[in-house]
């Protein structure tokens, strides 16, 4: 039987995504929406979707099991609390808080309610994500070394509370709670240090980019970058590994792989430069290398809230679990004291 939800914030995550969503899923049964906007109301009506004319209404509809927070990051500890008060289950948006200390306020909300409470940590299923995720776990190149993890647009923060301090806006916020998600998703190991600048090409008030290294206990770095103010974007994912590199131009592109076979090259023909020879940077021969394409699976998103509600039935585990979160968070309150320090912090937690 499908889960009555109810979308609070009816913007680009609320109305896009959420409520179209809903609105076709096989597992949720949209009941309405809520907005602080009219014209937002306005335009769910249009669709013909029913909209609550307050969050009191929302969270007093004993029909409603679900609650979805699509709103401005800084409102989303009161929201979540009192919709974990009111015996609803919560997926909150991300950045789910601006502090460790706020998600921890939820975390024991929903401890205290016997409610589930989650991120929609949506970018799990990105294609390309999935991709380099498999390349490490089959070994396909062997242990890796070094992973560097990027997205880049040219057209600064988008123009509405993103660009604001107060609401908690920035990319680190924005964009680097998903890459950092992944990361750690892709590293299961305990991290020892974090290195972060942030930039403001853009936007004064709040980051509008950065470059972030975790660096792991056994050495391994993984290197995460979000830029606004590239107007040519570097591969989405690059990795060394102790057997060859491995490389993703793109969202949806293929992966490619160079294996080496064998280290040494008895004759290695230079490379002409404009100002001599080098044999070191010269490429690699095919008998040494082994050079193919994996291409990307195909995911549906839309399997975060089918795990969702097997979850409400005692079925499954949560997708995204608190300790998860907390990790994700952890790591960005010491980027921010990186970027502001101007040095390497020490992990701790």
Same mark, same amino acid.
Not at 282 to 308: G, L, Q
């Given at each position: ?202 936007? =004064?008030? @709040?980051?509008?980019?950065?470059? #972030? %290294?975790? +660096?792991? !206990? ?6 995460? /970058? ?42 290695? =023909?230079? @490379?002409?430069?404009?100002?001599? #020879? %080098?044999? +070191?940077? !010269? ?6 290398? /082994? ?51 101007? %040095? ?6």
């Amino acid at each position: 039987m499908k889960k009555n939800v109810v979308v609070i914030g009816y913007g680009g995550m609320g109305g896009n995504f959420h409520a179209a969503r809903a609105l076709k899923s096989d597992v949720l049964n949209l009941l309405g929406v809520y907005d602080i906007d009219e014209k937002r109301c306005a335009e769910a009506q249009e669709k013909g979707i029913f909209v609550y004319d307050s969050l009191d209404a929302v969270l007093a509809d004993e029909r409603v099991e679900i609650v979805i927070v699509a709103v401005p990051n800084d409102d989303h500890l009161g929201i979540v609390v009192r919709a974990l008060e009111a015996g609803k289950h919560v997926v909150c948006e991300k950045p789910v808080a601006l502090s460790l200390d706020e998600l921890d306020q939820m975390i024991a909300a929903s401890k205290k309610s016997g409610k589930l409470f989650t991120v929609h940590q949506n970018r799990r299923f990105d294609e390309d994500f999935r991709l380099i995720k498999k390349i490490v776990d089959e070994g396909v190149i062997g242990a890796p070394l070094r992973i560097e993890s990027r997205v880049h647009g040219s057209r600064g923060i988008p123009g509405d509370w993103r660009g604001m301090k107060k609401h908690g806006g920035g990319m680190m916020l924005d964009w680097g709670v998903h890459l950092i998600d992944q990361a750690l998703q892709i590293i299961k190991e305990p991290i020892s240090k974090i290195h972060c600048t942030m930039t403001n090409y853009t936007n =004064k008030e @709040v980051d509008d980019g950065f470059y #972030l %290294t975790i +660096t792991f !206990a056994s050495g391994v770095e993984y290197y995460v /970058e979000v830029g606004t103010y590239n107007f040519i974007s570097l591969p989405r994912f690059y990795m060394k590994a102790e057997n060859g590199s491995a490389m993703i131009r793109d969202w949806l592109g293929s992966a490619e792989i160079s294996k080496c076979k064998y280290w040494y090259e008895g004759e290695v =023909k230079p @490379v002409q430069t404009a100002a001599g #020879l %080098t044999k +070191t940077m !010269a490429p690699r021969d095919i008998v040494s290398t /082994e050079n193919f394409e994996i291409e990307p699976e195909k995911f549906d998103v839309h399997d975060y809230f089918r795990n969702f509600c097997r979850a409400i039935d005692g079925e499954e585990e949560m997708l995204v679990k608190h300790d998860e979160a907390r990790l994700v968070m952890r790591v960005m309150e010491l980027a921010f004291l990186s970027a502001e320090q101007g %040095t390497t912090v020490d992990f701790s937690f």
